[in-house]
């Protein structure tokens, strides 16, 4: 079991692009991530969410809510067209989780909100059954 989890990722394995200022928030994710099988690219600046989409179309977008440059809300509306024509999802990851704040950040798009700090040990099945639970056309 210890030797599968250090496999590389398989190259059809979903792609998650992790967008968070902060560097072991970043680190702590790919780790796990990559751990589970999950493929994943890096932004640090909000504004570096939309090109990185551009270019490596990932599947799942785990997008911190306040980032320097664009915010997640903004960058999420940024991505919105292009999302849904591609069946991405964006997933948020904030400490703001209000009942207020998840209904709103849902009404814009969001699949699914994660809250910070978040459970290490159940971060991958908390993406996996967001996604799971999309209709089929929105899964990636």
């Known amino acids: 079991d210890r030797a599968m989890t250090t496999l590389p990722p398989e190259a059809d394995a979903p792609l998650v692009l992790v967008a968070d200022d902060d ?7 790919v780790s796990l991530l990559k751990k ?9 600046h909000g504004d570096e ?13 785990l997008l911190d809510v306040m980032m320097p440059g664009a ?13 849904q024509a591609r069946g991405s999802l964006v997933i948020f990851m904030t400490a703001r989780i209000q009942p207020h704040e998840v209904t709103q950040y849902l009404a814009q798009g969001a699949a699914g909100v994660i809250c910070k700090p978040f459970d290490p040990m ?10 799971a639970s999309q209709p089929p056309e929105a899964q990636p």
Request: a negative charge; glycine letters at 6%.
């Open 49 to 61: 969410v939309v090109p990185t989409v551009l270019e490596a179309n990932p599947d799942v977008v």
């Open 122 to 131: 159940r971060l991958p099945s908390e993406i996996q059954q967001i996604a």
């Open 36 to 44: 589970h099988g999950f493929r994943t690219v890096t932004a640090a």
């Open 23 to 29: 560097p072991v928030n970043r680190t702590i994710v």
């Open 71 to 83: 915010d997640g809300p903004t960058v999420l509306r940024e991505l919105g067209p292009l999302f």
